[in-house]
């Protein structure tokens, strides 16, 4: 018999079995709590009803109080003699279990006898089935070096570069067109395709130019009329409708209340704990198994519609209206909808940008108006940042001399972009230095820092920042 057995009808249509668990672990503490128990707390219905606004609130800012359904805290706030009563009436053993180790001192003698004849009474429990070794998961069979799509696909590859991938996950490429070596090496990877309404794999995502010239050193247009945000230290992620996915088409693993909070509308964003915090994001977001006490510091940040054909101004009208609308009531929304301000003049977005810096922000983004949204890097979107980043593949390791003796000298990598090919020393840490074939094995993407390029096109003072 389950607790919902108890409670009004309505809590069961009003909240999912997510919810409840919070609720209860409010009210009974976590290292009491265990499967069976959650069984009998946990609504286990179908409904798949998105949250309201108002029973939303409730798991915002972890004031668990706020929001709280009438019959929720009538129901949890009994006296522990008559949940005691109700409990056993409706055959809830494990919460009957529960209240007498966790609410002894509140129970009388004679209701703690009772309850323990009726525990007595109850037949055992059956062991719970063990799943077979063929259901647990299995490392994917196609773990080969070198068998991975980085990059959108088809667009971001040359029909050269997708033979060569495939002929590292054993595929044969023979009479296949592009889109069919893809969809192969995603199979051979273990990358399943995405649900959503939108398919990152097929689609892409809108990727930033450099608004500060490689080469001169000066920006590239006339920023006048640009429509300008800050740019988010975060991960950013596309909100297919159904999970939040990686500009790669990877899932990242959210929890499903988080997911529920979110419209049906598919988004384009940065997954945000807050300024100079990108190690603690990506921690939290890239987890298998996601933790409910970390995603509660996340939050979207979103910037685009990708599925609208409108201009750039009315794709930011269009995101502010569907963001206002899931936060219409609620105290603590997961959502924020991204300011864009236009720009007046050159000395206008110093001044912006400089604000951002000093407040500790990473940079600006720059929206030409009257753009669309396009699934590859544009010149449309522009990103503005005191140092140019890049991203590059581990190809291998030089050893390190001095007082590296023993350590790892540099990274040896290979630009995503322009492949070339260059070392990376700058900017390690001692622990990279002494675990790097574990923590940065071949194979890993970085992200790196330069100043500029030299005359053969080598990064200049190439720095490492962070895997990607």
């Keep these: 018999m389950r607790i919902t057995d108890l409670i009004h009808a309505d809590l069961v249509n009003n909240y999912t079995p997510a919810q409840l668990k919070v609720l209860a672990k409010y009210h009974f503490n976590d290292d009491i709590l265990n499967d069976d128990v959650i069984r009998n707390i946990a609504v286990v219905h179908s409904s798949t009803v998105r949250l309201n606004n108002a029973r939303a609130n409730m798991l915002g800012g972890g004031d668990y109080l706020e929001g709280y359904h009438?019959?929720?805290?009538?129901?949890?706030?009994?006296?522990?003699?008559?949940?005691?009563?109700?409990?056993?009436?409706?055959?809830?053993?494990?919460?009957?279990?529960?209240?007498?180790k966790r609410y002894s001192k509140d129970l009388s003698a004679a209701d703690t006898r009772r309850a323990t004849q009726w525990l007595s009474k109850q037949l055992p429990r059956q062991p719970r089935p063990q799943p077979s070794k063929q259901l647990q998961p299995q490392p994917h069979p196609s773990k080969q070096p070198g068998c991975e799509l980085k990059r959108v696909c088809p667009q971001g590859y040359k029909l050269a570069e997708l033979r060569d991938i495939a002929k590292k996950c054993g595929i044969d490429s023979t009479g296949l067109a592009k889109k069919d070596l893809c969809n192969a090496i995603r199979k051979a990877s273990g990358v399943e395709p995405t649900s959503g309404a939108y398919n990152v794999h097929e689609k892409g995502v809108m990727l930033a130019e450099e608004y500060i010239s490689k080469r001169t050193g000066r920006p590239i247009i006339d920023p006048t009329g640009y429509l300008a945000s800050e740019k988010f230290d975060g991960v950013r992620a596309i909100w297919d409708g159904k999970n939040f996915v990686s500009r790669t088409g990877k899932v990242y693993a959210a929890p499903e209340w988080f997911k529920d909070l979110m419209p049906?509308?598919?988004?384009?964003?940065?997954?945000?704990?807050g300024r100079d915090r990108f190690q603690e994001t990506v921690s939290t977001v890239r987890k298998k198994k996601p933790v409910n006490s970390e995603w509660q510091r996340i939050k979207y940040n979103v910037f685009d519609v990708p599925t609208s054909t409108g201009t750039a101004e009315e794709r930011i009208r269009e995101y502010t209206e569907i963001v206002k609308a899931a936060c219409a009531g609620k105290k603590d929304c997961k959502l924020y909808a991204t300011p864009q301000k236009r720009v007046t003049s050159e000395a206008d977005l110093s001044r912006q940008y400089n604000l951002i810096l000093a407040q500790g922000g990473e940079g600006m983004m720059l929206r030409k108006p009257g753009s669309s949204y396009v699934g590859k890097r544009s010149r449309d979107l522009l990103k503005y940042k005191p140092t140019f980043d890049a991203e590059a593949e581990i190809i291998d390791y030089e050893s390190g001399t001095g007082k590296y003796t023993g350590l790892l000298?540099?990274?040896?990598?290979?630009?995503?972009?322009?492949?070339?090919?260059?070392?990376i020393g700058s900017g390690l840490t001692d622990e990279?230095?002494?675990?790097?074939?574990?923590?940065?094995?071949?194979?890993?993407?970085?992200?790196?820092?330069?100043?500029?390029f030299t005359d053969s096109g080598v990064p200049r003072h190439p720095r490492y920042f962070r895997i990607r």
């Design 432 to 452: 990279i230095r002494t675990s790097y074939k574990t923590t940065h094995p071949r194979g890993t993407i970085v992200t790196y820092k330069y100043t500029g």
């Design 70 to 100: 009438t019959n929720v805290r009538a129901f949890f706030n009994l006296p522990k003699s008559q949940l005691l009563i109700q409990a056993m009436e409706k055959g809830c053993r494990d919460l009957v279990d529960l209240i007498l």
């Design 264 to 273: 049906n509308n598919v988004l384009d964003g940065e997954l945000f704990i």
């Design 409 to 423: 000298g540099a990274l040896v990598v290979k630009d995503l972009n322009s492949g070339k090919r260059f070392k």
